[in-house]
C-alpha cells in the first residue's frame, strides 16, 4: 500500500475517533485522537499475542512506510505554525515580549542542562550506562514546548489573557533556539568536529534570525498579493502559498522554516486581515485555518499514537520512562519559576501562572521527530541489543504521551480557577480605586 493510501485510511480513522467523541466521549479532540490510537495500537499487540488475529507485522509496515520525521518537520508543520501565528494578537504579544523571550530562549538552555544532568545521575544510580552527552541530547530535543500540542490544546480554554499570551508565543517561539541547542549537542554526539563558539554563533543567527528575517519578507510579499486582489477565492489561496512554497524555500535557503510561519503568520493575522482581505475573506480566514488545522493535527495525533507499534519494550526501557517525565516536569517547573522572581520586581501576575506555565508546557510530534532522527546502533546495553536511539526515544514517547493525555487532559481545573483569581484581583482593583482616589 503506498503511503498516500496509508495517510488517506489514517486521515478517515482520524476523523472518526473525532467524530465518535463529538457524540460520546466529548474530550478534547486532540486527546481523544492520541488515546483512541493508543488503545488500538494496544489491542493490535495483545491480540497478536495472544494469537486472536494478527495484525501486528502489517501495522509496523504501515507505520514504518510513513516517515515520521520528513511528514512532520518538511511537511504539515509549516501549515500548523502558520496557523498558530495567524491566532496571535500582536498587542498582547508585545505587552508580553520580555517574559516570551527569557522563557523561550533562557528557560529551553536551563531546562537542557538540568535534565540532562539530572538523567545522567540517575541513569548512573540505576546501572543504565547512558554517557552524559546522550542524556544532554534528550534534554535539548524534550525542553522546547511543542507549539502545535500547546495551541491544539491549551488555546482552546480560553485562559486569562497574559498566561495565554506567555505559553502561546514561547512555544511559537523556542523551535528556533531549541534546534540550535539540539544541533550543537548532536553535532557533538555524532559529528566528526567539535562545534566551536563561532559555529555556534554562526549557525544561530543563520537560522533563527535568519529565520525571522526570511519571516518577515515573506509576509510582506504575501501581503501585497493579496492587497492586490479582491477576489474572495484568491486571497484565502494566496495564503496557503506561505506554508508551502515559502515553507520549502526556506529549507532551501537552510534558515528556520519554524520561526519564518510564525512571523509570517503574525503579519498577516495582525496586518494583512484589517487591510488587505477584502470583508468576505476577513470574516471566514480563520474559519478556513481552524479546519486546515484540525484536520493535520487529527493525522498527526493519530500517528503519535499509533507510533507505540514502532517500540519493543525492554525492562531497561520501562526504568528510563518512569524515571523521564517526573524529570522533565521538574525541570519545567524550575525553568519557569526561576525566570518568575525576577519577573514579579516589575509586575503583578495571576497566582496560577507557574503551575499552568509548567502544566501546559506540552510536549508533542516535534520532540518525536527529533528523537527519531538519532542514529541508531550505538549500543547502550549490547547484550539485549538496547541502543541510545530506542532509550531516547521511549523516553520522549513516554513524556510526549503524558503530557498530551495526562497534562493536556487535567489542565482546565488550574485555568478555571485561574480565571476566577483574575476577576477577583480585578475587583479588587476597582475597589481600590476610588479611595486612591480620594
Known sequence: MSVYYTLCFLSAAAMLIAFFNSKIGKMQTTIAITAGSMLLSLLILVAGQNNWFNLTQIARQTMTSINFEDFLLKGILGFLLFAGGLGIKLPNLKDQKWEIAVLALGATIFSTFFIGFGLYWLCQLVGINLQLVYCMLFGALISPTDPIAVLAIVKKLNAPKRISTQIEGESL????????????????????????IGSVAGLFIHEAIG???YGFVLGLIFHYLISATNDHSM?????????????????????????AMVVSGIMIGNWTRFIGFSKESEEHLDHFWELVDEFLNGVLFLLIGMSMLLFKFHEEDWIVMAIAIPLVLLGRYTSVAVPYIGFKRYRTYNPWSIRILT???????LALAMALSIPSGIMVI???????KE????????VVVFSILIQGSTITPMIEKAKMEEKNMASNTEEETPENAR
Open 173 to 196: 517561539f523556542n523551535d528556533g533556539f531549541g534546534l540550535v541547542i539540539f544541533v550543537t549537542i548532536f553535532t557533538i554526539a555524532f559529528g566528526s568536529q567539535a562545534p566551536t
Open 211 to 213: 529565520g525571522i528575517i
Open 235 to 259: 486571497e484565502l489561496l494566496l495564503t496557503i502559498g506561505v506554508p508551502t512554497a515559502g515553507f520549502v524555500f526556506a529549507d532551501i535557503i537552510h534558515v528556520s522554516g519554524p520561526l
Open 359 to 365: 502544566w501546559g508546557g506540552l510536549r508533542g510530534g
Open 382 to 388: 549490547p547484550d539485549k541489543l538496547i541502543d541510545v
Open 391 to 398: 532509550l531516547i526515544l521511549v523516553m520522549t514517547y513516554a
